[in-house]
């Protein structure tokens, strides 16, 4: 499982003119999925991301989780997390889970999220997405699951 995460001042993500995230201060995740994924992987990375320390705490050092800062999270699905651009100049995919594994693995990763007491808004699986961001920092981290 990977987790591109940014630190945001505001996300939101539209599909068809409608939006269907919107945070203000927290976490815009880029989550993707790949085959062997399972829902230890989603718990995995739901602590981490939760519990990741980015936040400036009252002496400016990056100390506070989004937990911490009362943040939130707006997680969008992204299969091109798993393109593999070593050979050619078209990316393959074959490494992304499927809609039919990954969705509800997603699903998962995002409850575990709201279990631990984060507002998360999401974007719409499979859908082509809009996706606007307010980087603060600018911080952006990439997270991957522990080889198996």
Avoid at 7 to 14: D, G, M, N, S
Avoid at 88 to 93: D, E, L, N, Q, V
């Amino acid at each position: 499982m990977r987790v591109l995460i940014q630190r945001c001042k505001r996300a939101k993500v539209t599909v068809e003119g409608e939006i269907t995230g919107e945070i203000g201060t927290g976490l815009l995740l880029l989550v993707g999925i790949t085959h062997d994924d399972q829902e230890s992987d989603a718990a995995y990375m739901a602590d981490k991301v939760a519990g990741l320390r980015i936040f400036d705490d009252e002496d400016g050092k990056m100390n506070l989780s989004v937990q911490d800062v009362g943040g939130s999270v707006l997680s969008v699905s992204q299969f091109t997390l798993y393109g593999d651009t070593r050979k050619g100049r078209r990316p393959s995919y074959i490494s992304a889970a499927g809609g039919d594994k990954a969705e509800p693995l997603y699903n998962r990763f995002n409850e575990m999220l709201r279990d631990k007491g984060l507002t998360v808004e999401t974007g719409r699986f499979g859908a082509d997405m809009d996706v606007e961001l307010v980087n603060w920092g600018p911080v952006t981290l990439w997270l991957e699951t522990p080889q198996k």
